[in-house]
């Protein structure tokens, strides 16, 4: 099957939001959705996800899912937004729990903080699927970049996150809480190992030297002869040491302060204090 993906590109966090729907029905489902966010004076805005809700109503898409390939650390997630105006579940890997675990205890959230991934509408597993209309979606678990990141398989498109980017800039890094590049190279072998012919949908691109457009999707094939990081046989030894020392060179992500906060509680923002406004922590050299 070959559904229909249509990007929107955001270029204020290098995000890709897709809409995937079925190829001869209405239901879609969005997948890594954005909400933006200013840091400087601590407003949202949704503009970004307004676009998507004005595609899919123009469209007389019918949403069914908004799912999160994984807790990002560089944006704001608009799903409960969404869902607010379009309905659908929220979904993102069982091993969110592990993620809220992990980052409940670096913020010092209190009890009130669930860490059993309740904030979710459904919880994904390894080999588990879900219907889009008559489109049915795999789920494969692929940690590495973090203990909670899945690729969604639907027919002939896979939605890998931040597993892979383009081939000409490789894969994502494995520094954080819970990351591990030996587990991501063995996640992306898996990847790879989907026909050639399958679409690859990345989740971020950052324009590698050399190239003058944004671009977000590419093939197995293309990955496994070309991706600067884990083509050509790449040696599972090799991309240990080249991801281990190019992490230890990069900086932090902008907004993982904020997103991971507002993330592991599926795009909610924090309980408002006895003002009416939500705040956020800075954990000062927590990360």
Known sequence: ???????????????????LHEPNGRACAVIDSVLDFDYSSGRTDTRSADAVIAFIRAQQLDLQWVLETHVHADH????PYLQEALGGQIGI??????????????FNEGTRFARDGSQFDRLFREGDSLMVGQLRVDV??????????????????????DSLFMPDFGTARCDFPGGSAEVMFDSVQRILALPDDTRIFVGHDYKAPGRDK????????AQKALNVH???????????????TRDATLPMPKLIIPSLQ??????????????GLSYLKVPLNGL
């Open 140 to 161: 494969m678990h692929t940690p590495g970049h973090t203990p909670a990141c899945l690729t969604y398989v639907a027919g002939d498109a896979a939605f890998v996150g």
């Open 230 to 244: 884990v083509g050509a046989g790449r040696s599972r030894a090799d991309f240990v040491a080249l991801r281990e």
């Open 93 to 106: 890997g069982d091993q969110i729990t592990v993620v809220q675990e992990t980052f409940g205890k670096i």
């Open 262 to 275: 507002i993330n592991m509680r599926a795009g909610q923002m924090p309980e408002p204090e006895d003002n």
């Open 1 to 19: 099957m070959h559904p229909d993906v249509h990007a929107f590109f955001d270029e204020a966090t290098n995000t890709i939001t897709y809409v």
């Open 76 to 79: 704001l997630s608009a799903a």
């Open 214 to 221: 944004f671009a977000w999707e590419s093939t197995v094939g």
